[in-house]
């Protein structure tokens, strides 16, 4: 079956840091692109981050540059978003997608609050 | 980064009715522009991309038009199952920013 599973969602204070992880299965996950997009309580949605299949090109919002750390490993089908410097307008629930956007994940939810 | 506005923000209708929802962008994308759905609690669901193409498995009452910077997506009558939130998203250049959202509630 083709899906994505993210996990490592929760409860941090702001300040803090938290790591994300997506297991992808079902499709060749080393040649696909990889994003994680956002939504917070009641909002709309914000992509966050952008990977290439090798790694090579990694693209990042604004809103998160500086502080959100997207990586891969192939061997693992799984991708990651190393959270730090956590703020309260972080939270919301992270999607993995697949480049395309034609396969998401449930979502993880992340709360930032002390 | 480029703006994505959509119209109406809300939008109600009745079962079998015919809904346009409009995105509009800030700059041109071309025809690089995605329309999706999602419920409450669930991931958002691809339906259009190239802003025309048909997701496989998507019904054919779901179609898109558009290029440059004026999107439309149009469903050709309306199934119980349709009501939901429609976003578009531009993925011409990151940020791949997407639209506000459009909520279709039942009349």
């Known amino acids: 079956e083709v899906q994505l599973v993210e996990s490592g969602g929760g409860l941090v204070q702001p300040a803090g840091s938290l790591r994300l992880s997506c297991a992808a299965s079902?499709?060749?996950?080393?040649?696909?692109?990889m994003n994680w997009v956002r939504q917070a309580p009641g909002k709309g949605l914000e992509w966050v981050s952008y990977?290439?299949?090798?790694?090579?090109?990694?693209y990042y919002a604004d809103s998160v540059k500086g502080r959100f750390t997207i990586s891969r490993d192939n061997a693992k089908n799984s991708l990651y978003l190393q959270m730090s410097s956590l703020r309260a307008e972080d939270s919301a629930v992270y999607y993995c997608?697949?480049?395309?956007?034609?396969?998401w994940g449930q979502g993880t939810m992340v709360t930032v609050s002390s | 980064d480029i703006q994505m506005t959509q119209s109406p923000s809300s939008l109600s209708a009745s079962v079998g009715d015919r809904v346009t929802i409009t995105c509009r962008a800030s700059?041109?994308?071309?025809?690089?522009l995605n329309w999706y759905h999602q419920k409450p609690g669930k991931a958002p669901k691809l339906l259009i991309y190239?802003?025309?193409s048909l997701q496989s498995g998507v019904p054919s009452r779901f179609s898109g038009s558009g290029s440059g910077t004026d999107f439309t997506l149009t469903i050709s009558s309306l199934q119980p199952e349709d009501f939901a939130t429609y976003y578009c998203?531009?993925?011409?250049?990151?940020?791949?920013?997407f639209g506000q959202g459009t909520k279709l509630e039942i009349k």
């Open positions: 997608a697949r480049s395309g956007f034609d396969m």
């Open positions: 990977i290439s299949g090798s790694s090579a090109i990694i």
């Open positions: 998203q531009q993925s011409y250049s990151t940020p791949y920013t």
């Open positions: 079902g499709f060749t996950f080393s040649t696909s692109s």
């Open positions: 190239a802003a025309s």
């Open positions: 700059q041109s994308i071309s025809s690089n």
